[in-house]
């Protein structure tokens, strides 16, 4: 199948462009998965020290205040886990549950953009106060790592906004592509015409030589 030069530099130049961006979006997207990881995990580790921090600061052997359970018992809503502390006997203090709270909107947008197993996983700490040991907390999540609907949430707008991105920078490569390969070819195209015009026998046919390319230039003074 024979092609012309423009049609040949077009779809050379759109396939480097396609292979182009594919690559920075595939690398782009490796990079900002693995720094959300860590992101997610360092958020993970924070909470659990918040955890037990306040735990540890407000334990009495008579229990904990009302608003300690309570704003845990936030925490577990907000970001779907599941808490047990229990004292040093290991008797159960309060529990909070809710484990699959988000679970339908964390497997839709997990299975869009990153994956995070649905394994149940637990973390488990001992928790002192003034050096002597007072109880545990468990937290369970289901998944590799806990992912809050705030997180959800920024991952959606990511995966909208690269795919726009993607999109944008295809469509603007296409367009000049196009204009540059026309560019590139016209003088050669010219050239053709004028040769077959001299081959037909018109002699006097010349080419205008308004070129800034030196093989263009070059080509132009050999036909005329």
Known sequence: MILKLKTKLAMSFILISLITICLISVITNIAVSAEFKKHIRDKQDRRDDYFSEM??????????????????DMYAMMDSLYIVVNDVKGNEMFKSDYLGHYAEMKDTVMSDIYHNDNKYSEKSRKLYKKGNFIGTIKIGFEGSYSISAGDMNF??????????????????????????????????????????????????????????????????????
């Open 55 to 72: 735990l540890e600061t407000n334990y009495s052997p008579k229990g904990y205040p009302a608003w300690v359970s309570e704003k845990i």
């Open 155 to 224: 991952l959606r707008k990511f995966n909208f906004w690269t795919f726009v991105a993607g999109f944008v920078s295809l469509m603007t490569a296409v367009f000049l592509n196009l204009f540059i390969s026309k560019s590139i070819s016209k003088p050669v195209v010219n050239a053709t015409k004028t040769a077959l015009e001299i081959r037909n026998g018109n002699t006097s046919v010349r080419i205008e030589d308004k070129e800034d390319t030196y093989e263009m230039k070059e080509l132009t003074a050999v036909i005329n």
